[in-house]
T-cell receptor, first 114, second 116 residues
Framework: AQSVTQLGSHVSVSEGALVLLRCNYSSSVPPYLFWYVQYPNQGLQLLLKYTTGATLVKGINGFEAEFKKSETSFHLTKPSAHMSDAAEYFCAVSDGTSYDKVIFGPGTSLSVIP | GAVVSQHPSWVICKSGTSVKIECRSLDFQATTMFWYRQFPKQSLMLMATSNEGSKATYEQGVEKDKFLINHASLTLSTLTVTSAHPEDSSFYIC????????????FGSGTRLTVV
């Protein structure tokens, strides 16, 4: 069975500082990995995803994540935080089979301090 | 492109009544849709996988008779919460996989259900 853990349910950073949100997964098969962002009372928006190929994945809004198989990690980073980045972030995994269900991590709430 | 439209965005209903939530894929065909439930400050929990033209597959612990899912066409899936109770109050989100380069799973905007 697949699972996702996100270290830190809440992260605070100063505006302009580095954003690092941690995600570790477990999967018995090569995974597909995703990062989603959710603003209050809204659905989810895909930031980026890893399927195959290059392990450093660039997404929208300046975010990127690196798939490290040896560490079973897929941490999300952004060099400089913006106030508009304050939201809930979810890491997710699927086993790569079409139409397979996506398992979500518990989420990390990001606060950006002016 | 690849938009999933979910309605209503919020609904308040009385205990004992039923509520229907719709998810439509606007510019693609969704053979499979997923229904999630999210409690405040928590992650999304998969409730069921909706397959066009066949019965939905429910996750363990989800009551099939309470959460009725219908996926009668390639662009529409509905979730009906029957005989709703206050504990059913939650945020419900649908999702579909877009099988096209550059896409993945696209989500509806969610439905906030409050049962009073």
């Amino acid at each position: 069975a697949q699972s996702v853990t996100q270290l830190g349910s809440h992260v605070s950073v100063s505006e302009g500082a580095l954003v690092l949100l941690r995600c570790n997964y477990s999967s018995s098969v090569p995974p597909y990995l995703f990062w989603y962002v959710q603003y209050p009372n809204q659905g989810l928006q895909l930031l980026l995803k890893y399927t195959t190929g290059a392990t450093l994945v660039k997404g929208i809004n300046g975010f990127e994540a690196e798939f490290k198989k040896s560490e079973t990690s897929f941490h999300l980073t952004k060099p400089s935080a913006h106030m508009s980045d304050a939201a809930e972030y979810f890491c997710a995994v699927s086993d790569g089979t079409s139409y397979d269900k996506v398992i979500f991590g518990p989420g990390t709430s990001l606060s950006v301090i002016p | 492109g690849a938009v999933v439209s979910q309605h209503p965005s919020w609904v308040i209903c009385k205990s004992g009544t039923s509520v229907k939530i719709e998810c439509r894929s606007l510019d693609f065909q969704a053979t499979t849709m997923f229904w999630y439930r999210q409690f405040p400050k928590q992650s999304l929990m998969l409730m069921a996988t909706s397959n066009e033209g066949s019965k939905a597959t429910y996750e363990q612990g989800v009551e099939k008779d309470k959460f009725l899912i219908n996926h009668a066409s390639l662009t529409l899936s509905t979730l009906t919460v029957t005989s709703a109770h206050p504990e059913d109050s939650s945020f419900y989100i649908c999702s579909a996989e877009v099988v096209a380069p550059g896409y993945g799973y696209t989500f509806g905007s969610g439905t906030r259900l409050t049962v009073v």
